[in-house]
């Protein structure tokens, strides 16, 4: 028997921040604060079940912009071993979501616990979406300027992860930089991942590894300047690089 989600609207303004908690209908709702709600006005709001029968408060807040003190610019290469892997060196592991878990999710599948797996999956999405957070804020708090590269299909034919588990962590991390940088009033921007894996990032010369093959070596040197390479960061840089090189003729410094 499958039953409906509950789903719980509150109209604008009927919910608060009071007490370090959720203030609605005379009661308080204790949630998980990730954001600093008692920065913000509550709009329109709303309770929302999910499949694990667990509740979230889902709110519209009023937000003034907030310019960034950030300075700079990072790139961000997305990937399969690392989420992300940022110019500046700066790697998020997608393993870390999973660690522990495997064993006892590999339990939960065998013997057909259902309310089980649903129960772990649940925790390793908590996991995922609270370090995106904490990687996309530091980002936002430390650089004026984000660039973050598509993801080529020559990397996903290299995986046997699903997907749409990859998919998820990619477009969760789009999602949150896109609005915070909006938030802090600094650039965010998608560009496209064209030879930001053979390119040497020190000169510029095509000398990183070629191909499907080329993907599997995480380090190399580039013949041309002698500069060692991680694969990753190094594609980050590239990206980074490209979209500033192709947004200095047309566009200055934004102003806020
Ligand atoms: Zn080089």
Redesign the pocket.
């Given at each position: 028997m499958r039953r409906s989600l509950g789903w719980i609207p509150v109209n604008t303004s009927a919910a608060k921040w009071k007490n370090g908690q959720v203030f609605h209908n005379g009661r308080y709702f204790k949630v998980w604060d990730s954001f600093g709600l008692s920065n913000y006005k509550f709009r329109s709001a709303s309770f929302n079940e999910d499949a694990r029968g667990r509740w979230y408060f889902n709110v519209v807040v009023d937000a003034e912009v907030k310019p960034s003190v950030g300075q700079g610019a990072v790139g961000i290469d997305l990937g399969l071993k690392d989420v992300a892997t940022c110019s500046d060196g700066e790697k998020l592991e997608n393993g870390r979501f999973y660690r522990g878990m495997e064993d006892k999710l590999a339990i939960a599948q065998r013997s057909r616990n259902k309310k089980r797996t649903r129960a772990i999956h649940a925790k390793i999405a908590n996991r995922r979406k609270d370090a995106l957070h904490k990687f996309s804020r530091r980002l936002v708090d430390q650089y004026g300027e984000i660039v973050v590269g598509d993801v080529s299909s020559q990397k996903l034919a290299k995986t046997k992860m699903a997907k749409s588990v990859l998919d998820a962590g990619w477009g969760q991390l789009k999602t949150m930089l896109d609005y915070k940088c909006a938030h802090a009033g600094i650039v965010f921007k998608e560009a496209r991942e064209s030879y930001t894996t053979r390119n040497?990032s020190?000169?510029?010369?095509l000398?990183g590894p070629q191909g499907v093959n080329g993907l599997r070596l995480r380090d190399w040197e580039?013949v041309?300047?002698?500069?060692r390479h991680d694969r990753d960061v190094n594609a980050a840089r590239n990206i980074l690089s490209l979209a500033l090189g192709h947004e200095r003729p047309e566009v200055g410094i934004p102003v806020l």
């Open positions: 040497c020190a000169c510029g010369s000398s580039c041309t300047c002698g500069a």
